[in-house]
């Protein structure tokens, strides 16, 4: 595959989760979930959770599929994708480590949504150092994170994390 023809690919794909957004937030502002497929009602509770970025849910000039720049913020789909990606991982019960790592977090009273963030700072550093390295995700210190974390103050875990990644 051609550098020309993943950037197109990448392009696509990001359009095409971006209308998918842009629809699900259509239908969850018009209380229209019903005719949602499946994948699409579970996409429509995590868009709800997050009705901050309705700006960016609406902005026809975004869903394009261009690049997202970072001195705009924080990218509202990007965190949206991100959070698909560990609702999926605790539905699925894969990572174990995920699920365990959520409920410690929950116990010590987070809400669902803030454990899912903690997970979600945890896998931007995954993603971030396998993006540097040009490899994947190491799935081992993903999972041996996850561990780690469950095992200190919810206020420490972004310094776990931290010191994971400045020490290698």
């Known amino acids: 595959m051609t550098d020309n023809f993943a950037k197109i690919y990448e392009n696509l794909q990001r359009q095409s989760f971006r209308k998918t ?15 949602l497929d499946q994948a699409e009602q579970k996409l429509s509770l995590i868009i709800m959770d997050h009705k901050e970025y309705s700006d960016y849910f609406e902005n026809k000039d975004l869903l394009d599929g261009r690049e997202y720049k970072m001195g705009e913020g924080l990218n509202p789909f990007l965190h949206i994708s991100l959070h698909q990606m560990v609702e999926d991982q605790l539905a699925l019960e894969t990572p174990i480590e995920a699920i ?27 993603i971030y150092d396998a993006y540097k390295k040009e490899k994947p995700i190491n799935e081992e210190q993903y999972k041996r994170l996850l561990v780690k974390c469950s ?5 420490e875990i972004q310094s776990v994390v931290e010191l994971e990644f400045t020490s290698n």
């Open 21 to 35: 957004i842009n629809k699900v937030w259509n239908m969850v502002k018009e209380d229209n979930l019903s005719i």
């Open 100 to 126: 365990l790592f959520c409920e410690s977090l929950e116990m010590t009273g987070y809400s669902r949504h803030e454990a899912i963030h903690a997970i979600i700072m945890i896998l931007i550093h995954l």
């Open 151 to 155: 095992k200190v103050k919810p206020s």
